[in-house]
């Protein structure tokens, strides 16, 4: 399974934009997908997660408002449309595939096997 994600850039605080995680595979319509985030010198955090068929959204307090996250099964992708952007969103975005089997919070890292290589979000005040 290969994630890649893309999308990323420098924006202006009050921006927008739009990242995509293209997945590998025929499975991908079988798995809860999510979007994590770490900026220099903090942890991972949870950003955004959807689940199988996009029935349910997952959003982190910080983002809740602003972020949308959304997924297209017959592309094999994955969306975060991120508005009103704040200088603080500044991260490295990540997409992920949460495991089946082991179960686990959409919020925790470790329940996700798959992940991304990454893409760098900016927002300049």
């Known amino acids: 399974v290969q994630l890649v994600e893309s999308g990323g850039g420098l924006v202006q605080a009050g921006g927008s934009l739009r990242l995509s995680c293209a997945a590998s595979?025929?499975?991908?319509?079988?798995?809860?997908m999510g979007w994590f985030r770490q900026a220099p010198g903090k942890e991972r955090e949870f950003v955004a997660a959807i689940t199988r068929s996009g029935d349910r959204l997952y959003y982190a307090d910080s983002v809740k408002g602003r972020f949308a996250i959304s997924r297209d099964n017959a592309e094999n992708t994955v969306y975060l449309q991120m508005n009103s952007l704040e200088p603080d969103d500044t991260a490295v975005y990540y997409c992920a595939r949460k495991r089946i089997l082991l179960g686990g919070s959409v919020e925790d890292g470790s329940a996700y096997d798959y992940w991304g290589q990454g893409t760098q979000v900016t927002v300049s005040s």
């Open positions: 595979g025929r499975t991908f319509s079988s798995y809860t």
